[in-house]
């Protein structure tokens, strides 16, 4: 099994940057596909991004594209998601999970505590 642990998250200014950061244990780590996903106030979780085991593929929603950045690390058994131009809209508790590559949450094993991302505008 795998294990995750969040960082990263704060308050930030709209058109401001955050990087995230997931921190895995666990010996098979380069084994999953990681996955960012957010649930803001009120709303269902929603997909974010998404990771091969490798690192060579990579899925990102629309709400996101161009903005944001996955990627991960296997020797540091870290997954990162750098988030640019940040939008009020999302602000939301940003949470990693480890699975099977989908944007479908029920997809992913292991879930994170979460991390509050607050984009003020």
């Known amino acids: 099994q795998v294990q995750l642990v969040e960082s990263g998250g704060g308050l930030v200014q709209a058109g401001g940057s955050l990087r995230l950061s997931c921190a895995a244990s666990?010996?098979?780590?380069?084994?999953?596909?990681m996955g960012w996903f957010r649930q803001a106030p009120g709303k269902e979780r929603e997909f974010v991004a998404s990771i091969n085991w490798s690192g060579v593929s990579t899925v990102y929603a629309d709400s996101v594209k161009g903005r944001f950045t996955i990627s991960r690390d296997n020797a540091k058994s870290t997954v990162y998601l750098q988030m640019n131009s940040l939008k009020p809209e999302d602000t939301a508790v940003y949470y990693c999970a480890a699975g099977s590559m989908s944007i479908w949450y029920k997809m992913y094993n292991y879930w994170g505590q979460g991390t509050q991302v607050t984009v003020s505008s």
């Open positions: 666990g010996r098979t780590f380069s084994s999953y596909a």
